[in-house]
């Protein structure tokens, strides 16, 4: 340890000297050089093996400075940024000066004020050092690789120091916070398991809905096990007795012994019934005072009675023939049982075929259906009645019905293009050749009859769009909603007049469909704001403030807080146990490689592709090292109108956050972010759904009109993720559903305030919040209370 602690290994901002770095120190002891003997108070203990911990290695440079280096992600050195270590064995008084040398990252917001995390065994609560103690530089020592450097004061000698570079939210923390919820027993509160990690830690998905909608939508997309008993046999003997050999819960081999009995004595009563049975066949009785065994007990040498050795040979003879058929019974139930269990799953992945054809065939019954409606509607917009045959439209005037006239006129004007029918052109006329379909559109006949063989099928109603209305109006649009890609890169474009289409696809919808917010955290472990932002979402949703009871009855949550399980438990940054940043394999994610992501992706393909269910928003959350506040990552978009749209959610989240930046929020398509959750579902989609990524600042937001930083707590970022749950209630327009908005909207920080120097309006409005959710503020402030006095951090 002497001579470890002579140099301070250089570390470059690829790989530098990470060769060295293993796993995390264990107990390591600190000791100057040339010293020997046991360890005093003062020669510091650095600690990284316990739950999300990292420290890689420790070398002391003098009495007071210590360099640090960051154990890289697990089998991928690239990533270097997050740190987790505790100190102990400590003086009362020492001063050291730690310092970072191997960050991964040369952009950092340590350079803007961020501060590393610390907290002791007597005062729990994690508190930010003073940005006057820590410093963001160049070290020529360390190939002019930037280093972090923190100066500190050790205050309690029997306290044990824990450095961290954010909040940490391990992953037992989060468990235990899923159980608490789990034993209120809410009706409106689901849990369940999505899948496994590599490590085999568990994929908690929830769902938050009102009752109704959670059970419709579990068995639409969630799909059960379909049960199907296992057969029995039974074996009927020679006297016409059937007698099962076995229950549907037991092996088919297994004889079915009555109770206290053994099975060597119910397989030796069996054999002796038949045994017996057999001699009165032959006439053999042996008479009831004879045992079997006395029978087939071969004689001796020395054995006078020779007669009674004779009579024993047909008895021994019937006994091995009956042995040998018995184990051929045994045999041949043996391949039953293989062949039964062989036909059973097959009867399973049949009723599974089955299950997914009728979806399929039901799905395209409304789906020709609506074809058809549209292609009515489409024929009354010219003053034409439904579609019939031609041979009946040569001898015949239809005239539509006036009632349905006057239901379809409105929904039928999808465009302005063309003005409103003339009544008296209700039918068809065949002249030179062309066939007159109303409002003065003429159509070959040649072409009218090769639309009539399309009849019912989708281009039917796409090709008497374009008939009617023309090539320039429906250029790159769709009639049906469901938009076509004639190109790889090209972006599906709105149908014709999408509000009032929309209201005919509703009207003829059976059932209104369920509107899914997908929400995921937590894909790069280091990550830990998510966790905190998620947690916000979800106790507020659960809680019975009167928006939280709206936005259930009309919403269904679905939030897996938490992707990377693996990489939170080992302490990594961004990377998976086996070394994957999970946000760039959303394309083709492997179920053995990536199997949390795997999961979650089969799951929106399933409501995708649920005509029940309608994926409005995708929210991935995560938080930034380089920037401030909170703010959004969105997609682009070729359709202006849908590009306008996007933006509407987080312009209403910037007015209900004031830690929310929208003038942050940019909207782009990176080819390095391809593989990312919002690029792939966002191309994945339709045009009714919208992906963003969520991203909070590791350190403080800015609040409009200020330029003060106000660093993040625990309860801040928990408090934007109430916020983002609340935007809902704006974007749906819920607002009249709630009977009065008891939750007050954030406002800004007055001059008055600044003067008296009162405490910040975030800290005003947690306790607002507080009160609001059913917690008094006196214990809000009794809490804040008993975390203990601030750490002495000023050398």
Request: charged letters at 25%.
């Amino acid at each position: 340890m002497a001579e470890r602690s002579q140099t301070a290994p250089e570390a470059g901002n690829d790989t530098g000297n990470e060769d060295a770095i293993g796993g995390n120190v264990s107990k390591y002891i600190a000791l100057p050089n040339g010293y020997s003997g046991q360890p005093k108070k003062g020669h510091l203990t650095f600690d990284a093996c316990f739950e999300s911990g990292n420290l890689g290695r420790v070398d002391q440079v003098s009495e007071f400075e210590y360099d640090l280096f960051i154990r890289p992600d697990t089998c991928n050195p690239r990533f270097r940024v997050w740190f987790n270590f505790t100190v102990e064995n400590v003086k009362e008084s020492q001063r050291v000066i730690f310092n970072i040398v191997n960050f991964s990252k040369t952009k950092s917001l340590y350079r803007d004020g961020m501060a590393p995390m610390v907290k002791s065994t007597s005062r729990p609560k994690w508190q930010r050092l003073p940005p006057k103690n820590v410093y963001y530089y160049r070290c020529p020592d360390h190939r002019k690789n930037y280093v972090m450097s923190f100066a500190f004061c050790f205050d309690r000698e029997d306290d044990i120091y824990q450095f961290a570079y954010c909040y940490p939210y391990t992953y037992t923390r989060f468990q235990h916070y899923l159980d608490s919820l789990q034993k209120r027993n809410m009706d409106y509160f689901f849990r369940e398991q999505l899948g496994q990690s590599v490590q085999q830690r568990q994929l908690d998905l929830l769902t938050i809905t009102s009752p109704e909608d959670k059970s419709d939508l579990e068995n639409s997309v969630m799909q059960k096990k379909i049960k199907i008993p296992k057969l029995s046999l039974s074996h009927v003997e020679d006297d016409g007795e059937a007698k099962d050999y076995g229950e549907e819960d037991l092996q088919l081999r297994h004889i079915k012994r009555p109770e206290g009995r053994k099975p060597s004595e119910a397989a030796h009563k069996s054999i002796e019934a038949v045994v017996a049975r057999l001699e009165r066949q032959n006439g053999l009785s042996l008479g009831h005072s004879t045992c079997p065994e006395e029978v087939f007990v071969e004689a001796s040498p020395g054995t006078e009675d020779m007669d009674s050795l004779e009579d024993a040979v047909v008895p021994r003879a019937l006994y091995e023939e009956l042995l040998r058929n018995y184990q051929q019974q045994q045999e041949e139930m043996r391949h039953l049982q293989q062949e039964l269990e062989r036909t059973r799953r097959q009867l399973v992945q049949q009723a599974k075929k089955l299950k997914e054809y009728g979806a399929l065939v039901s799905e395209m019954k409304e789906l020709r259906d609506l074809n058809r409606r549209l292609q009515d509607v489409l024929l009354l917009r010219l003053g034409s009645g439904p579609a019939i045959d031609l041979e009946k439209v040569k001898s015949e005037c239809l005239e539509p019905e006036p009632e349905l006239r006057s239901t379809f006129s409105e929904e039928a004007n999808t465009s302005s293009y063309y003005p409103a029918p003339a009544p008296v052109m209700d039918k068809y006329i065949l002249d030179n050749g062309k066939v007159h379909l109303g409002s003065g559109i003429w159509v070959d006949e040649e072409k009218w009859h090769q639309l009539q063989v399309t009849q019912g099928d989708s281009k039917y109603t796409k090709n008497l769009a374009v008939m009617i209305w023309g090539t320039d109006v429906l250029k790159n649009r769709s009639v049906t909603g469901v938009a076509t890609k004639k190109k790889k890169d090209a972006i599906p474009k709105p149908p014709l007049s999408p509000h009032k289409l929309s209201i005919v696809r509703e009207n003829l919808r059976e059932g209104t469909e369920k509107k899914v917010i997908f929400i995921t955290g937590r894909v790069h472990p280091g990550e830990t704001p998510s966790s905190f932002v998620c947690q916000g979402i979800i106790d507020f949703l659960v809680s019975q403030h009167p928006i939280a009871r709206v936005l259930r009855e009309h919403l269904v949550f679905k939030i897996a807080p938490m992707l990377n399980p693996d990489g939170v438990y080992l302490g990594n940054y961004r990377c998976s146990l086996m070394g994957f940043d999970l946000n760039r394999h959303w394309l083709d994610p492997s179920p053995w490689a990536h199997p949390t992501l795997h999961g979650v992706k089969q799951l929106i393909i399933k409501m995708y592709n649920d005509p029940k269910t309608s994926l409005e928003f995708y929210i991935d959350i995560h938080a930034h090292s380089t920037m401030m506040n909170g703010f959004m990552y969105g997609n682009i978009f070729e359709d202006e109108e849908r590009f306008q749209r996007q933006s509407i959610f987080p312009k209403l989240l910037c007015q209900n956050a004031e830690d929310f930046s929208y003038t942050s929020t940019s909207f782009n398509r990176d080819a390095v972010k391809a593989g990312t959750g919002r690029r792939f579902l966002g191309g994945l989609l339709d045009h009714t759904s919208y992906c963003y990524t969520l991203e909070v600042s590791f350190y403080s937001y800015i609040i409009g009109g200020t330029t003060a930083a106000v660093p993040y707590t625990e309860e801040a970022y928990m408090k934007l993720g109430r916020n983002v749950a609340r935007t809902f209630l704006d974007y749906y327009r819920l607002n009249p559903l709630v009977d009065r908005m008891t939750v007050p909207m954030p406002r800004l920080r007055s001059k008055e305030e600044r003067r008296l120097g009162c405490e910040h309006p975030s800290y005003l409005r947690a306790e607002q919040q507080l009160e609001v959710l059913g917690v008094p503020v006196c214990a809000g402030r009794a809490l804040t209370e008993h975390l203990g006095s601030d750490i002495q951090w000023h050398l």
